[in-house]
């Protein structure tokens, strides 16, 4: 009896994290840096795209990047299998990007699946590398629309509003961390310069101090030596004339 009702346990368990496992929740279209995304840098990102369906496999993949914030370099990564489309959009306001002036920005990449595209139970990560990211925002917010084979869609477009529960279908969103200060690393390295250098003389100090006890406990062992040698010879001739003083 115990047997059973520990086996059903165990099939219940199995069950309740299946259907965790499977909930839309942890589903969602994402996307995260490789490394950091610091601001006014430039990062690789990776949209992750998990297959919800048990019975298709999502065969298409559109990104929307953010029109107020728009990007002067957006260049996705092939990867095998999926057909890949840039779109480019004139911008109502020119960015200027190392000394010259760009009039259009990427405003929307498509992945289309040349095969079975990403199956039941897999998932699947599309790399774009990006920049330069805005210096004045702290999150950049990405429109994802999945497709199904199908012909399912799924628009993750819902922006989070602060305070306000999760949306169904929230937007995939990419945290900004802060800018990258050149001169804090040369400082780092100044200062561990310096700490070597400090290192040195009072490696050699110790080093002195080191060879001076080996010295003296040298000496003091060698004296020592020398009393024991000595107190053994006068041990042995009184013995001896004992030994004498007995026989006659």
């Known amino acids: 009896m115990k047997v059973s009702r520990l086996a059903a346990a165990a099939a219940a368990a199995a069950g309740s994290a299946v259907l965790v496992l499977s909930s839309p929740a942890l589903a969602h279209v994402s996307v995260q840096p490789e490394g950091t995304a610091a601001k006014g840098g430039y990062a690789v990102v990776n949209f992750r795209v998990p297959n919800e369906r048990d019975n298709a496999s999502t065969t298409g993949l559109e990104v929307n990047f953010p029109a107020d914030t728009p990007l002067s370099s957006v260049m996705p990564q092939k990867i095998d299998g999926w057909k890949i ?116 003389p009072a490696a050699a100090t110790e080093a002195a101090d080191s060879s001076d006890g080996t010295d003296t406990t040298a000496r003091v062992l060698g004296v020592v030596g020398i009393v024991v040698g000595a107190a053994g010879v006068a041990y042995g001739v009184l013995a001896g004339r004992r030994r004498a003083a007995d026989a006659s």
């Open 85 to 200: 489309t840039v779109t480019k959009s004139k911008l109502a306001k020119p960015l200027e990007v190392h000394g010259r002036q760009i009039s259009e920005a990427v405003s929307k990449v498509t992945w289309t699946a040349d095969g079975k595209g990403v199956e039941p139970g897999f998932i699947q990560q599309f790399p774009v590398s990006i920049g330069a990211l805005p210096e004045d925002a702290d999150q950049l917010v990405f429109k994802a629309i999945q497709t199904y084979s199908n012909k399912e869609v799924v628009r993750w477009i819902e922006v989070q509003e602060e305070g306000a529960e999760e949306p169904a279908n929230p937007a995939p969103v990419l945290a900004l961390s802060a800018a990258e200060d050149d001169h804090s690393h040369g400082s780092s390295a100044e200062e561990s310069s310096d700490k070597s250098g400090d290192a040195e």
